[in-house]
């Protein structure tokens, strides 16, 4: 029976995790640290007790764990691997780009890799470069492969739940920022949702503000602040960025007419020119040019201040908002977000 507990966004993780155990025999959970320890970040405590050989620890080797997740996958069994940082990922991407995402096309869909790969990422104070990147964009791009980004408490159940239940090979990227960031209310049980959909986070009808992952919650606080100032912000959760609910956001860009897309990764590169291709091929008509906020082109410094300097804080998505709002032209006229000469480009932007 569907019920609703106070916990924190790694407690809900943990809940998703015992009832995929629970639910499902075939699956399994195993990492570095996931058994006994608990998991570094306490996300998996109590599971090897209560699930037995279920749960367990593996050497440190992404290759092995995600090689081995591939092979159990293959033959039957739902495995759910965690990667203690998406950093150390790319150790194995071998075994996600060459061989899990290409499972089914190989076989032409005899075979599947129902596989959840469990990662985090994002910058925290002292990680340093190797332990602070943003992946989500790599993994992306490659076809076969599902990504998500859960935000809140409520999504880091649901969605991972989404994946497991997946019949391909899905990544859920969570952040470490968020783990034991305070407790919410949230529902467990209930049915398992298809993989997919965003979800609007703050209604608005100024400018569409895209975002996924943890910086959402200072996206948030950038609307709130603007809000006294008379900008009104629709801010939407993408939390697949693999399948993106293109729909959800030509939708709400049709209405406001301002598109800025802010997220944790590095602007080049980033999924964040992704969607302002797809509004741009779509046709969709802006006011203003779209824009992107995000990292810039740099490594993530160990010291904390420098890092607080390069990841976008509140402030910094508050003013690219306020610039694509305040920018409108001399035209009332739309002006095609691919920038052609159709009316001149908005004030102040070039």
């Not at 986070?201 to 400018?207: A, I």
Request: aromatic share 6%.
């Amino acid at each position: 029976m569907p019920e609703t507990k106070n916990l924190s966004y790694a407690e809900s993780v943990n809940a998703a995790l015992r009832r995929a155990l629970a639910e499902r025999p075939e699956t399994l959970l195993f990492g570095e640290d996931v058994g006994a320890p608990g998991g570094v970040f306490g996300v998996t405590k109590g599971l090897r007790k209560e699930f037995g050989e279920r749960v367990f620890d593996t050497p440190i080797s992404e290759s092995a764990i995600l090689g081995g997740a591939v092979g159990a996958a293959v033959f039957g069994r739902r495995p759910i691997a965690e990667i203690m940082w998406a950093d150390f990922s790319l150790v194995a991407f071998d075994q996600l780009v060459n061989q899990a995402a290409n499972v089914r096309y190989v076989s032409r869909g005899a075979l599947s890799a129902p596989l959840t790969v469990r990662t985090q990422q994002g910058n925290a104070p002292g990680a340093c470069a190797q332990h602070s990147q943003s992946l989500e964009a790599l993994f992306a791009h490659v076809p076969g492969l599902r990504v998500c980004l859960p935000a809140t408490h409520q999504d880091a159940y649901d969605l991972l739940l989404s994946a497991i239940w997946c019949d391909d090979p899905v990544i859920v990227i969570e952040n470490r920022t968020l783990y034991h960031a305070g407790k919410q209310e949230v529902r467990l049980g209930g049915e398992v949702r298809p993989v997919g959909g965003a979800a609007v986070r703050r209604p608005g009808r100024d400018v569409t503000v895209l975002t996924w992952g943890a910086l959402q919650h200072r996206v948030l606080e950038a609307a709130d602040r603007l809000a006294a100032d008379g900008i009104d912000a629709e801010v939407i959760d993408a939390r697949w960025v693999r399948p993106l609910d293109l729909d959800a956001v030509l939708a709400s860009v049709r209405r406001t007419g301002r598109l800025v897309v802010a997220h944790e990764a590095h602007t080049v590169g980033g999924v964040g020119g992704e969607v302002l291709a797809a509004v741009a091929e779509a046709g969709v008509p802006l006011r203003c040019p779209p824009v992107r906020v995000g990292t810039p082109d740099t490594r993530i410094p160990a010291a904390p201040g420098l890092a607080a300097a390069v990841i976008p804080s509140a402030e910094v998505i508050a003013e690219a908002i306020t610039k694509s709002v305040r920018a409108q032209g001399p035209s009332s006229k739309l002006v095609h977000p691919t920038g052609f000469d159709l009316v001149p480009w908005c004030a102040g932007m070039s």
